[in-house]
């Protein structure tokens, strides 16, 4: 009822005298939530959309009570993005369907249909389709490694919906590796390991995500062994990631690495030019911007790391709320330029470099102060501490007072190391050269 009110105002809007393509945009992002007799509130997931809205409310208002013949008010209210189970078009699902997804650990942005494959991933997308077509008898487990960004956790959440969609009483389970891990110690500690079991073991299918976070971890990998085995002896599918490839994996139990190499390993690369537009076209749609081809282009040259792409396209955006004209060419280009104007005068902090190294290879911060010296916690230690000493210039008692280590000869062995692989090893020089420019441009 209150779903088609809001959608049927939409299109009366939309057709109406008072249209802007802009305000219409940001309408169609809102959710309706509730209707008293003179008030519709409406679910708005920014405050920037709610601002932009708020200073069009009385057009808006006059709009809505000529479409409902009374004088009807709006309430906008701050939602959580996060809340908000379908993000896809207004009701193409049923509920239930949006229960039994969510229950899975599935996100409705991942998709089959909004997936572009180039030669970067079309062996991937390949890999993930038939796996979906036909789980636990193509390749078992379907191991993706790549960088971050990529699309792993895309495909992987892909297969999981596709298999739902065909048969929702599919056991389908999508967890994150330290998600597995924490629940994993916690079963142990509070003695409900039979409970951890029975989630785990009986399913169709079981996506673990940066597996590589078991890695070092005892207990964890002997309870993965045993799922693993239970899984696909009921004949059921296994599909893991990895941020690198198997044999980067330290401390990874050697029955568990045989395990892992006994299905596909698919290696998905960084995206091309041509993906990185096409992405940023499907990420433009979804959230119901328009942006023309040429201006894509532009985003997906000036930005190589994937997750950095949907960010600009949201500031550009939000530079044009409040414009006649959508992101055109000029928009672009003034908004690099003002970029590279400001990037001089902009100071990075020894924080910013912190979450930038914490999110590129998936880590806590706590981690990086703590005395772990597992190599998924020390390498990024060190890659900080090249970091802070070579864009920051700090002193080496500096940076070990940061990472509280105890003292500097740690520090000058870390970021000599850094220096040594960032000229023997490509991947590592361009793991440091995305981090720096993921700094540079997020700020
Ligand atoms: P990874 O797990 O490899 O780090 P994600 O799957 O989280 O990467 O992808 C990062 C973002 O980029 C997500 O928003 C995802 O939807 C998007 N993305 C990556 N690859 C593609 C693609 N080929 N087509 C559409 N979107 C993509
Ligand atoms: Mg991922």
Redesign the pocket.
Known sequence: MLNSIWSGFLKHYENGPDKTPIVLSALKQLKPLGLTEDEIELGCENSGLRIYLDKRRQSIEKSLSIVLKKKTKIKLTLIEPRSKKDAGPLLSYQPSMQDVFHRAGLHN??RFD????SST?QVAHAAAQAVAQSPGNSYNPLFFY?G????????AQAVGRTILEKDHEKKVFFCPGDQFTNELIEGIRERTTMKFRKKYRYLDLLIV?DIQFIAGKEAVQEEFFHTFNSVVSAGGQIIL?SDRPLSAIKNLEDRLRSRFSGGLMVD?QQ?DFE?RT??IL?KAREKNIELDINAARIIAEQVSD??AL?GSLLSIYAQTLGKKEGIDLDVVEAYFQEKKDAKPNHKIGQGDIMRAVCSFYNIRPSHLKSASRSESVSFPRHIIMYLLRTELKLKFEEIAYILKRKDHTTIMHGVDKISGLIIKNPTIKEEVGRIISSLTSST
């Open positions: 942005k991942y909004n997936f572009a494959v991933n790549g971050v960004g990529v699309g792993k956790t895309h495909l995500d990631t998905v995206p993906l096409a992405i499907i994937v997750r949907e």
